[in-house]
């Protein structure tokens, strides 16, 4: 049994049949659940033992795949800022598909976050998935299974992964250097997601944090909006997520360019600068959310209290301050509510490119006019 799949009993299920001897590999799995749950290393754990069946060398290929450098495994990231572009699987997955495996007796495509698959990228991959080579095996992950275009979903055999718990993502956090309360706050703050619980973890993950609860907490008191703006330190620590993602990526194209002929050096700068934009964009947008997510789950934390449920508060770091804000808000459930709905109205309206300064500022008035007593 492979070590990945031990907390997951239905992908074992599903995978070890067909990864013994003997066994059939579909042509195609989805592996689907929250993020955090393990897909990406059981997705590489699979794709290490495809290419390691019928290999004189199955240690030495199972290494290689570990490092990333088998040439019969591609892993497919998305570049977009909010989907897998067309260029992300034309040719690194449907062209490389139609060839012949370089060394092994497969080739092995994994793709991540295929519920960000626009019509257009999906509608490319379609015959992969209808009629692939007898060779081919596609690994696809989704942390939303929902969203997962039905073309796409319907193709594939589904394989479920479960979130971890929360004493083992907080268990985690504290290996890292969290104290236990503040691992326990992480992990329940990420509703299941234990790639959530450790962005919040570190110095990065508490500015972030603490910028969110700023922003929280000004809406008690009229006029604090527009005389602080808190907003503006929570862009402040999503920016500063992007550019550390930025300097690393840099670094890295630096090195890479200089690899190159100086004729080619100007195609490779464009194509790396784009590739930087991106990816700065998608961790902005991704710390800006989990920002929004922070700032909800305060007032739902207040609902809490203010209902005796005190055992389902998930901010259980700071329950001092969240009761100083409970008599500053009336602790009036059906009002927190609704900041609830409010700052999930403004997360929704992130996908459609709004100007994000804006929607921060105007949710902080909104939020000031329901609870500032």
């Not at 005190?310 to 500053?328: F, H, Q, W, Y």
Request: proline share 4%; with cysteine.
């Amino acid at each position: 049994m492979l070590a990945e799949l031990e907390r997951h009993p239905h992908a074992r299920a599903v995978l070890e049949p067909a990864l013994a001897e003997g066994g059939r590999a579909s042509h195609a799995y989805l592996f689907y659940g929250p993020g955090g749950a393990g897909k990406r290393a059981a997705a590489r754990a699979v794709a290490a033992e495809l290419l390691a069946a019928g290999s004189p060398d199955p240690a030495g290929a199972r290494a290689r795949v570990a490092s990333g450098a088998h040439p019969d495994l591609t892993w497919v990231a998305p570049s977009g800022a909010h989907e897998i572009l067309v260029s992300d699987i034309d040719v690194p997955v449907v062209s490389a598909a139609s060839r012949t495996p370089f060394e092994a007796a497969s080739r092995v495509f994994v793709i991540e976050r295929v519920d960000e698959l626009g019509d257009e990228a999906a509608n490319r991959m379609l015959k992969t998935l209808e009629e692939p080579a007898s060779f081919v095996h596609l690994i696809l992950l989704s942390d939303r299974l929902a969203e997962v275009l039905p073309t796409i979903r319907s193709r594939c055999q589904l394989v479920r992964f479960n979130s971890p718990s929360v004493e083992e993502t907080a268990a985690v956090l504290e290996q890292l250097g969290e104290s236990k309360q503040a691992a326990l706050a992480c992990a329940r703050l990420a509703l299941g997601d234990g790639e959530r619980a450790r962005e919040l973890a570190g110095d990065e993950g508490r500015a972030l944090r603490a910028a969110a609860e700023g922003f929280a907490r000004a809406a008690f008191s009229a006029g604090e909006m527009a005389r602080s703006k808190p907003w503006s330190a929570v862009l402040a620590a999503v920016r500063s997520r992007g550019e550390g993602v930025r300097a690393e990526l840099e670094a890295r194209a630096l090195e890479e360019v200089e690899l190159y002929p100086r004729k080619e050096r100007k195609r490779i700068e464009t194509e790396w600068s784009e590739r930087i934009r991106r990816a700065r964009r998608r961790v902005e947008t991704a710390a800006l959310d989990l920002a929004l997510q922070v700032v909800a789950l305060w007032y739902a934390d207040l609902a809490c209290l203010a209902w005796g449920a005190d055992d389902l508060v998930r901010n259980v770091d700071r329950v001092s301050a969240l009761k100083s804000d409970s008599g500053a808000s009336g602790a009036d459930p059906q009002r927190l509510r609704e900041a609830v709905e409010a700052v999930e109205d403004t997360r929704r309206r992130f996908q459609l490119n709004v100007s994000e300064e804006l929607a921060c500022e105007s949710l902080g008035y909104r939020l000031e006019r329901l609870l500032a007593a």
